[in-house]
């Protein structure tokens, strides 16, 4: 192979002894001016004389310079013939592979070790094209401080670790890939070396699909179905039983009850990977097992794991998975990765259960921490409705009845607010009962109760700031929860299948407060409540509403009343006709309607929630949604038959509400939020 070697500069370089010369002539020279001048030695003599010096004198040391030099090449050529034979021996015989790539990424040497790999040399050709990543990517993930983002398509490249290289294929082997940049000549270049740790990736995979994952599994409504329909509680037990058994053995998985109707399974990560590609089928499976005459599904709830740490710690977040499935309504799996939560199925709507011992509980427990606390806040959710408002009323009558200062924080220019406010202002104890958001912060003290109500989410709640601040809240609502919380709530009493959280309220007043404690107008509130959130006792309605309602009334509720806390003016109809002129029928049975507001931004959020309502009557729609802008976003109001969920679908808008009921609000464009919409309703159909 020829060799481009340049010259040494030694050789070619005769600029020293030349230089020499001529200050020796200089010299010389001015000797011979400065003699002729002072003396009287012949001149024509005296410079003969200083000529042979010179010549003598020049030759001498040119010569002299110019050997020591050439001394000087012979041992760079040396040293540059050694290197060579070193380089070839480290190239050719070296087991670590490697190829020098140029700035632009093409392969321009590759060592004997990385062509027996390849099979064939590679020279010319991009290094992506060898190991499915390029020299910058490599030298980026190479260096200590390098951050690497890669969009990665064939699957060739797996693992990047900044400050030690990355992980790249080449030939179904794995290689750890590190970069050094290089200069040769002049040239810049790289340098790309490639450990084998194939072995080491294998072993990490097997880990990976090895890896234990913890489930605890519950059926969340045959106890409730037994009370419905004529059938032996342990016959369908036994039937869902049987299906889980195999389902477990199926996947090679251990599965134990350890309690009534609780399972606790243990499976590998590889086989939850194939139930995640699956959508967890076993719902399915288990929702076709019928009973009675009406052909009511059994369902179950299941919360995973998925994590490196101990088996206790797993364990735990299983169970607090499990509690989340239940929190949202139920048949349904709640997965956690570590912060990470994901959801599969809650497609069916849940059954209220008939007895009351879940309220009962917590309505022991609500009291005993409020009677425990030096004061109490309580707030619902941004943009108050009737069921907001009227709850925290409702937690205010318990809080004054225990002795504790409360005081509730609201949004006092909401019209809904003041037509409720109103008419309690006619009552001494509601004198200074409401404050803002603001004020509300400067009442926190170390011990102050916090109890949020008719919301979850802490993104929507009056005020973020107060909850920030307090160490101890308590929850109360009836819309799915959409995440786990980041701190343990001395009460989290959320009931999904609850008709309103007036309902859930109004429960634990009835079992914590004697009979005719509450006002008149405060029974009125809530009852108003539970008449929103009903469609006026038409929809979610089950024997627990009823009863609420009952109860609210035999406290002084009159329905008559609540009705003119309905009542709309003409901009509230103009604010609802402006959705009429553009609806549409999206894949034949969801109705989709859209209006550019009014400007009121109340205004226009009620009106869409009624025309989402409205949309509802129009047969064959199962599910409205209507969409309408305000400020610079777009609020989406959806409504569902009870075929399907919407709150599912609006989570893809980080939305939330309950099976029949939800709400998001989108930045963007109108055409934005259609797009969304259309696309989160799409992978709901196309999933079911």
Same mark, same amino acid.
């Given at each position: 192979m020829k060799k481009n070697r340049s010259k040494p500069a030694s050789v070619a370089d005769l600029r020293i002894p030349l230089m020499v010369c001529v200050l020796i002539g200089v010299f010389l020279l001015a000797v011979y001016t400065v003699v002729v001048s002072f003396t009287t030695l012949p001149p024509s003599l005296f410079g003969i004389i200083l000529t042979v010096i010179y010549i003598y004198t020049a030759i001498f040391t040119f010569l002299g310079v110019r050997n020591r030099l050439r001394r000087i090449a012979i041992e760079e050529e040396r040293a540059a013939a050694f290197n060579t034979e070193i380089y070839q021996m480290f190239r050719e015989t070296i087991d670590l592979p490697y190829a020098i790539v140029s700035v632009e990424g093409r392969v321009t040497i590759i060592n004997r070790a990385l062509q027996e790999i390849l099979g064939k040399p590679y020279l010319g050709v991009l290094l992506e094209e060898i190991c499915g $990543?390029? *020299?910058?990517?490599?030298?980026?993930?190479?260096?200590?401080?390098?951050?690497?983002?890669?969009?990665?398509? %064939?699957?060739?490249?797996?693992? *990047?670790?900044?400050?030690?290289?990355? #992980?790249?294929? =080449?030939?179904?082997? /794995?290689?750890? *890939?590190?970069?050094?940049? &290089? #200069?040769? %000549?002049?040239?810049?270049?790289? &340098?790309?070396? +490639?450990?084998?740790?194939?072995?080491?990736?294998?072993?990490?995979?097997? &880990?990976? /699909?090895?890896?234990?994952?913890?489930?605890? =599994? &519950?059926?969340? %409504?045959?106890?409730?179905? *037994?009370?419905?329909?004529?059938?032996?509680? /342990?016959? $369908?037990a036994n039937e869902i039983d049987a299906i889980l058994k195999n389902w477990a053995a199926s996947m090679k998985g251990l599965l134990r009850e350890y309690d009534r109707d609780r399972y606790l399974l243990i499976i590998t990560r590889e086989m939850l990977d194939e139930c995640i590609k699956n959508k967890f089928e076993i719902l399915d499976s288990i929702r076709d097992v019928r009973l009675g005459d009406d052909s009511m599904s059994v369902t179950v709830s299941m919360g995973i794991s998925v994590g490196i740490g101990p088996l206790s710690e797993r364990e735990n977040e299983a169970m607090l998975a499990l509690d989340l499935a239940l929190q949202r309504g139920g048949d349904q799996v709640v997965i956690r990765h570590g912060n990470e939560t994901e959801f599969f199925g809650g497609r069916s709507k849940g059954m209220q259960k008939r007895t009351r011992v879940r309220s009962r509980v917590n309505a022991a427990v609500l009291s005993a921490r409020i009677s425990e606390s030096s004061n109490v806040l309580v707030m619902g959710h941004k943009n108050p409705d009737f069921d907001s408002i009227g709850a925290c009323v409702g937690i205010a009558r318990l809080c004054i009845f225990c002795g504790v200062p409360v005081r509730i924080v609201a949004d006092q220019k909401s019209d809904n607010f003041r037509i409720i406010a109103e008419r309690l202002s006619r009552n001494s104890e509601y004198a200074d009962m409401f404050t803002d958001a603001l004020s509300g912060l400067d009442l926190v003290k170390p011990d #102050?109760?916090?109890?949020?109500?008719?919301?979850? %989410? +802490?993104?929507?709640?009056?005020?973020?700031?107060? $909850?920030?601040?307090?160490?101890? =809240?308590?929850?109360?609502?009836?819309?799915r929860q959409t995440e786990q919380f980041d701190f343990e709530p001395l009460v989290n009493y959320i009931d999904p299948v609850a008709s309103s959280t007036c309902e859930l309220v109004a429960e634990i007043l009835e079992q914590s407060v004697p009979a005719d404690t509450i006002l008149r107008d405060e029974a009125n509130a809530m009852y108003a409540g539970i008449m929103l959130d009903t469609k006026f006792f038409t929809k979610d309605t089950g024997t627990r509403t009823f009863a609420a309602a009952l109860y609210l009334q035999s406290e002084g509720a009159k329905s008559e009343v609540v009705r003119q806390y309905f009542e709309e003016d003409f901009s509230d109809y103009l604010a609802e006709a402006k959705f009429s002129s553009d609806i549409e029928l999206y894949r034949g049975n969801i109705a989709i309607t859209r209006s550019i507001g009014t400007g009121n931004a109340e205004q226009d959020r009620t009106a869409a929630s009624k025309a989402a309502d409205k949309l509802l009557t129009i047969r064959q729609v199962d599910a409205a949604f209507a969409l309408v802008s305000i400020n610079d976003e777009i609020r989406v109001s959806a409504r569902s038959s009870g075929k399907i969920n919407v709150q599912l679908i609006l989570e893809k808008l980080k939305g939330g509400g309950h099976f029949n009921a939800a709400a998001a609000q989108v930045n963007g464009t109108m055409d934005h939020a259609y797009k969304l919409l259309t696309e989160a309703i799409d992978e709901y159909l196309d999933n079911a």
């Amino acid at each position: 192979m020829k060799k481009n070697r340049s010259k040494p500069a030694s050789v070619a370089d005769l600029r020293i002894p030349l230089m020499v010369c001529v200050l020796i002539g200089v010299f010389l020279l001015a000797v011979y001016t400065v003699v002729v001048s002072f003396t009287t030695l012949p001149p024509s003599l005296f410079g003969i004389i200083l000529t042979v010096i010179y010549i003598y004198t020049a030759i001498f040391t040119f010569l002299g310079v110019r050997n020591r030099l050439r001394r000087i090449a012979i041992e760079e050529e040396r040293a540059a013939a050694f290197n060579t034979e070193i380089y070839q021996m480290f190239r050719e015989t070296i087991d670590l592979p490697y190829a020098i790539v140029s700035v632009e990424g093409r392969v321009t040497i590759i060592n004997r070790a990385l062509q027996e790999i390849l099979g064939k040399p590679y020279l010319g050709v991009l290094l992506e094209e060898i190991c499915g $990543a390029s *020299a910058g990517e490599i030298i980026a993930a190479s260096e200590p401080n390098g951050q690497l983002s890669l969009d990665i398509q %064939n699957g060739k490249t797996e693992y *990047a670790y900044p400050g030690e290289g990355m #992980t790249v294929g =080449i030939r179904r082997r /794995r290689f750890l *890939a590190r970069g050094y940049p &290089m #200069t040769v %000549n002049g040239t810049r270049c790289y &340098m790309i070396v +490639f450990t084998e740790i194939t072995a080491l990736v294998e072993l990490r995979e097997k &880990m990976k /699909r090895e890896n234990t994952v913890v489930a605890f =599994i &519950m059926l969340d %409504n045959l106890e409730e179905l *037994a009370q419905y329909v004529r059938v032996s509680y /342990r016959q $369908a037990a036994n039937e869902i039983d049987a299906i889980l058994k195999n389902w477990a053995a199926s996947m090679k998985g251990l599965l134990r009850e350890y309690d009534r109707d609780r399972y606790l399974l243990i499976i590998t990560r590889e086989m939850l990977d194939e139930c995640i590609k699956n959508k967890f089928e076993i719902l399915d499976s288990i929702r076709d097992v019928r009973l009675g005459d009406d052909s009511m599904s059994v369902t179950v709830s299941m919360g995973i794991s998925v994590g490196i740490g101990p088996l206790s710690e797993r364990e735990n977040e299983a169970m607090l998975a499990l509690d989340l499935a239940l929190q949202r309504g139920g048949d349904q799996v709640v997965i956690r990765h570590g912060n990470e939560t994901e959801f599969f199925g809650g497609r069916s709507k849940g059954m209220q259960k008939r007895t009351r011992v879940r309220s009962r509980v917590n309505a022991a427990v609500l009291s005993a921490r409020i009677s425990e606390s030096s004061n109490v806040l309580v707030m619902g959710h941004k943009n108050p409705d009737f069921d907001s408002i009227g709850a925290c009323v409702g937690i205010a009558r318990l809080c004054i009845f225990c002795g504790v200062p409360v005081r509730i924080v609201a949004d006092q220019k909401s019209d809904n607010f003041r037509i409720i406010a109103e008419r309690l202002s006619r009552n001494s104890e509601y004198a200074d009962m409401f404050t803002d958001a603001l004020s509300g912060l400067d009442l926190v003290k170390p011990d #102050t109760l916090l109890i949020i109500c008719d919301a979850n %989410n +802490f993104n929507i709640i009056e005020a973020p700031d107060i $909850a920030d601040s307090v160490d101890r =809240i308590a929850i109360i609502d009836h819309h799915r929860q959409t995440e786990q919380f980041d701190f343990e709530p001395l009460v989290n009493y959320i009931d999904p299948v609850a008709s309103s959280t007036c309902e859930l309220v109004a429960e634990i007043l009835e079992q914590s407060v004697p009979a005719d404690t509450i006002l008149r107008d405060e029974a009125n509130a809530m009852y108003a409540g539970i008449m929103l959130d009903t469609k006026f006792f038409t929809k979610d309605t089950g024997t627990r509403t009823f009863a609420a309602a009952l109860y609210l009334q035999s406290e002084g509720a009159k329905s008559e009343v609540v009705r003119q806390y309905f009542e709309e003016d003409f901009s509230d109809y103009l604010a609802e006709a402006k959705f009429s002129s553009d609806i549409e029928l999206y894949r034949g049975n969801i109705a989709i309607t859209r209006s550019i507001g009014t400007g009121n931004a109340e205004q226009d959020r009620t009106a869409a929630s009624k025309a989402a309502d409205k949309l509802l009557t129009i047969r064959q729609v199962d599910a409205a949604f209507a969409l309408v802008s305000i400020n610079d976003e777009i609020r989406v109001s959806a409504r569902s038959s009870g075929k399907i969920n919407v709150q599912l679908i609006l989570e893809k808008l980080k939305g939330g509400g309950h099976f029949n009921a939800a709400a998001a609000q989108v930045n963007g464009t109108m055409d934005h939020a259609y797009k969304l919409l259309t696309e989160a309703i799409d992978e709901y159909l196309d999933n079911a």
